[in-house]
């Protein structure tokens, strides 16, 4: 299983990115998708969640309204939508599926998010 992450970047204040989740052996429709993230000193949080391939989503505070997490079956790819980007979203952010009826746990490589001027 491998989950691989990407579309991070450079952003100023006030910009857009779109983070890729892509995932081989899985099926994402199936599992339990996430997008966390860490910053520098900080621990791991949950940024948004996606349940039934996008029927049931939900946010941390900080980013609701901000950004949208969503799926593609047929690229078998989540995706994170990040908008109205703020310096205190910087981090590196990952992908995470969860089984939904097996104990497995999987987490992509991360792919950095920096918003600065």
């Known amino acids: 299983v491998q989950l691989v992450e990407s579309g991070g970047g450079l952003v100023q204040p006030g910009g857009s990115l779109r983070l890729s989740c892509t995932a081989s052996?899985?099926?994402?429709?199936?599992?339990?998708m996430s997008w966390h993230r860490q910053a520098p000193g900080k621990e791991r949080e949950l940024v948004a969640v996606?349940?039934?391939?996008?029927?049931?989503?939900s946010y941390a505070e900080s980013v609701k309204g901000r950004f949208t997490i969503s799926t593609d079956k047929a690229k078998n790819t989540v995706y994170l939508q990040m908008n109205s980007l703020k310096p205190e979203d910087t981090a590196v952010y990952y992908c995470?599926?969860?089984?939904?009826?097996?104990?497995?746990?999987?987490w992509g490589q991360g792919t950095q998010v920096t918003v600065s001027s």
């Open positions: 995470n599926a969860q089984g939904l009826n097996i104990p497995v746990d999987y």
């Open positions: 996606s349940t039934n391939a996008g029927g049931t989503t």
């Open positions: 052996v899985l099926t994402v429709s199936s599992y339990r």
